[in-house]
């Protein structure tokens, strides 16, 4: 398990981190959500030991990073694919993570095997790389030592179609076998489709979390009427909170039974009644972080 307890990081007078709490479990994939500069990367690097918290505390397996024996045979870490030295190949970048940790090189040619990059990728200085092949690459390093945690930020990046679809695979594979995926990424299609559990961060603090299937539920009902306005006038009526959607909607506060139920009432014939959880991850990651992005503050 990854726990993070009442975590905060200032830099000067920025508090780029504020009193953060959250786990990440086993056998699930939580996906770690918030717009440009909301803290995800800072909480990462304090997990990880790179970056000293200004208080509380960030946990992996019980214990500090720092206080691992062998890290990288318990977590997995992926925080910048670009980081790796370009002028190594790939082969050798595995051969050293190996080496580092004490495993038998054998475990290099099962990596690049996991991640199919092939010997004459492998082969290649890591500067010729394409920013996918570098993600294939750092996902190998993280996964060579066989650790029980996976702390990846933004790893889809630079992946074509297929390659997402690997790695969303990979990822659930990990997880379906015991393991803990913590994952960050703005891509929200790929993490609503992967994701259990879902941790929301805004201007360092957290906005919500729980798992993926209750903060969707709780987005209300999808509403569309050819009388829009008369709609809107019976779900005023019945105390029903509304957020226009398009010409001839709303998204409601309510459930759909009672939405259905102050539409009947009022002789409003309806074109499309649902759960908002339809609507997907985007619409409920933008409000709740509307006040925090970056678009939103220059609003």
């Known amino acids: 398990m990854i726990k993070v307890t009442e975590l905060s990081r200032l830099y000067g007078g920025l508090r780029a981190v504020d009193d953060v ?31 000293p918290p200004s208080a509380g505390q960030a946990t992996v397996l019980g214990r500090r990073y720092a206080d691992l024996p062998n890290p990288g045979l318990e977590v997995g870490v992926l925080l910048d694919a670009s980081a790796q030295h370009a002028g190594r190949t790939g082969r050798e970048t595995l051969r050293i993570a190996a080496r580092t940790m004490g495993l038998p090189l054998s475990r290099v040619d099962e990596m690049l095997d996991t991640v199919s990059l092939t010997e004459t990728e492998a082969g290649r200085r890591v500067r010729h790389y394409s920013l996918g092949m570098r993600q294939r690459l750092g996902i190998a390093t993280a996964l060579i030592g066989d650790p029980e945690v996976l702390i ?45 559990d879902l941790v929301v961060i805004g201007n360092g603090r957290i906005v919500a979390q729980g798992t993926k299937d209750e903060l969707l539920a709780s987005a209300g009902t999808i509403v569309r009427a050819g009388a ?12 029903i909170k509304v957020v226009p ?54 609003a």
Do not use: C, Q, Y
């Open 21 to 51: 709490t959250f786990s990440a479990r086993p056998g699930r994939v939580t996906g770690f959500l918030g717009p440009n500069g909301a803290g995800k990367s800072t909480t990462m690097r304090v997990m990880v030991g790179l970056t």
């Open 152 to 196: 990846l930020d933004e790893p889809a990046n630079g992946l074509d179609p297929a390659g997402i679809r690997w790695m969303r695979e990979l990822l659930r594979g990990f997880a379906n076998r015991g393991g803990t995926v913590l994952l960050s990424s703005h891509l929200l299609h790929e993490i609503e489709v992967i994701a259990d």
């Open 245 to 298: 959607m398009g010409d001839d909607g709303f998204r409601a506060d309510a459930d759909p039974d009672e939405v259905g139920k102050a539409a009947h009432a009022a002789g409003v014939p309806l074109r499309e009644l649902r759960t908002a959880d339809g609507a997907g991850l985007e619409e409920m990651f933008l409000e709740l972080t509307a006040d925090t992005s970056r678009e939103g503050a220059a």
């Open 228 to 239: 829009v306005a008369d709609l809107g006038s019976a779900l005023a009526a019945s105390g």
